[in-house]
C-alpha cells in the first residue's frame, strides 16, 4: 500500500494548487482538476482505502504487469489476487505473498501516476519497512515508525535482496491470503492518518473543501469527512 501513498501523492500538491486561487479564476481548468479528483478518490487523499477484489485487473501497462507477475512466480511468491482501490478510481493492486520472508509484493497502476512494484514488511513493535521501484520518488516524509527506501526501477529480486539487509527489529507479522489485503489497508491508514494529524498533509478548511468538490464535481470521501469534521470539532 505504500506505493498507492506514493501516487496520491503525486497528485495531491497539484489538486491543492487548485485550491489557493486557481479553481475560481480558471474555469478551463475544471475537467482537469475534475480527473484528479476522480484518481485520488476526492478533493484530498482519503483516510482509508479499501481492497475490492476482481477475477481481472483492467491494466493498462499490461506488459511491466505482466513481466513482473513472471518474476513473482518465478521467486516462488503466493499469488493473492488483484484488487480495486477504493475510492481510488482507476487505481489496481495485484498482490504477492513471500512466506519464507513474511513479505508482502505489490504491483500497484495508478491513472495518473502510472505503475510501480514495492515490498513491505510490518513487525511486532510497529515499525514498518517499504522498498517501492517507482521512477519517481512522489513522497516526501514518513512516521518515525516507518523505513520507506526507494529503489528506482529495480526487479523484485533486488527489493528482496535489500529487505533481507534491513534487519526486523521485532518478530515480522504473519501474513497469508486471508489476512495480506487488510494489512495493506491499516498500513495505509497509519500513514495517512499520521500525515493529517502532524500536519504533514495540508488540509484545507471544510468550506474550501466543499467549493472545490463543487467545482470538480467529485464528492468529499464520506469517511475522510467525518473525520475531519470529527477532528474540527476536538480542536
Not at 45 to 57: D, F, G
Request: glycine share 8%.
Amino acid at each position: 500500500m505504500a506505493l498507492v501513498l506514493q501516487m496520491l501523492g503525486a497528485i495531491t500538491l497539484v489538486v491543492l494548487l487548485f485550491i489557493v486561487g486557481v479553481v475560481l479564476s480558471v474555469k478551463g481548468k475544471a475537467s482537469q482538476l475534475r480527473r484528479m479528483a476522480m484518481a485520488m478518490g476526492g478533493p484530498i487523499p482519503p483516510i482509508r482505502v479499501h481492497l475490492t477484489p476482481v477475477a481481472e485487473a483492467p491494466w493498462r501497462d499490461k506488459r511491466m504487469i505482466r513481466r513482473w507477475r513472471e518474476e513473482a512466480l518465478a521467486l516462488g511468491l503466493e499469488p493473492v489476487g488483484e484488487f480495486r482501490v477504493e475510492p481510488a478510481r482507476g487505481t489496481h493492486i495485484a498482490l504477492f505473498i513471500d512466506h519464507g520472508r513474511n513479505a508482502y509484493v505489490e504491483f500497484t497502476e495508478h491513472t495518473i501516476a502510472g505503475v510501480g512494484a514495492g515490498v513491505g514488511r510490518s513487525e511486532e513493535d510497529g515499525r514498518l519497512v517499504t522498498i517501492g521501484n517507482s521512477r519517481l520518488n512522489h513522497e516526501t516524509e514518513s512516521p518515525p515508525w516507518r523505513l520507506r527506501i526507494w529503489m528506482p526501477e529495480v526487479t523484485i529480486a533486488q527489493m528482496l535482496a535489500r529487505l533481507d539487509e534491513t534487519p526486523p527489529e521485532s518478530a515480522p507479522r504473519p501474513l497469508d491470503r486471508g489476512n495480506a489485503p487488510g494489512r495493506l489497508e491499516e498500513e495505509y491508514h497509519r500513514v495517512i492518518r499520521w500525515r493529517y494529524e502532524e500536519g504533514k498533509q495540508k488540509v484545507p478548511s471544510l468550506e474550501q473543501l466543499e467549493r472545490l468538490s463543487k467545482f470538480a464535481g467529485v464528492p468529499i470521501d464520506p469517511e475522510t469527512e467525518a473525520y475531519l469534521r470529527g477532528r474540527a470539532q476536538d480542536g
